[in-house]
């Protein structure tokens, strides 16, 4: 293993949540008088955290979204993940295997802990990340593609930034770890492999990034 630390993406690294919670995100948008195809929320939202929704419809309408806008977009994700979330295909293989190697590894994600958590107890990814293994853009002050949660899930893990790999599937993830002074894998599955030109490797499918790790 050419790395100490495997640090994961969430949203459409592990569980296949991008098409669903960017489908809810532009029709909540639309319904606020913000219109947004699916298509505009892949570019312009995929792997940011809520604040940089915020900033964006500010910065492009010179209007703020509502109070209770993350409540209610979230309990609208949260219902649609039970019916729908399941884990990306093949990424419990990769997980068994890492665990079999004894290789550490966590995850660093753009949403929430309670985000990360229906999603993890939905698809049965839990019985692999204890509390140890879980950060969230909520743990530090600024979110991708700023590099302070990739810096701080290494910190927290013990292992150096140069000695780590993100697996990430946004181009504000792949900024985010290249600016952390780590090596980068973009997941190609949802994400044209130009806009993840920065990642050190890419890779379609779970199967691929096993053979890449090793």
Request: net charge negative; glycine share 8%; aromatic share 8%.
């Amino acid at each position: 293993m050419r790395y100490d630390l495997v640090i994961f993406d969430n949203d459409g690294v592990l569980v296949d949540s991008e098409p669903i919670s960017n489908r809810l995100l532009a029709a909540y948008l639309t319904e606020l008088g913000h219109p947004t195809s699916y298509e505009d929320s892949i570019r312009d939202y995929m792997g940011s955290a809520m604040h940089r929704i915020h900033d964006l419809v500010q910065e492009r309408t010179g209007r703020r979204l509502p109070t209770d806008f993350d409540d209610v977009f979230h309990a609208r994700v949260f219902a649609a993940f039970e019916r729908e979330l399941k884990p990306v295909p093949g990424v419990v293989d990769v997980l068994g295997k890492l665990a079999a190697d004894g290789v550490p590894y966590c995850v660093a994600s753009s949403g929430s802990h309670e985000r990360i958590r229906v999603g993890h107890r939905t698809t049965g990814l839990d019985r692999w990340f204890d509390e140890d293994r879980v950060f969230s853009s909520q743990d530090v002050g600024r979110g991708k593609p700023a590099p302070d949660l990739f810096l701080y899930a290494a910190e927290r893990m013990g292992f150096a930034p140069e000695k780590c790999v993100v697996i990430e599937d946004s181009p504000l993830g792949v900024q985010a770890a290249v600016a952390a002074g780590m090596d980068v894998y973009g997941f190609t599955a949802m994400t044209p492999a130009e806009r993840l030109a920065g990642a050190t490797r890419l890779f379609a499918s779970p199967a691929e990034l096993a053979d890449l790790l090793v």
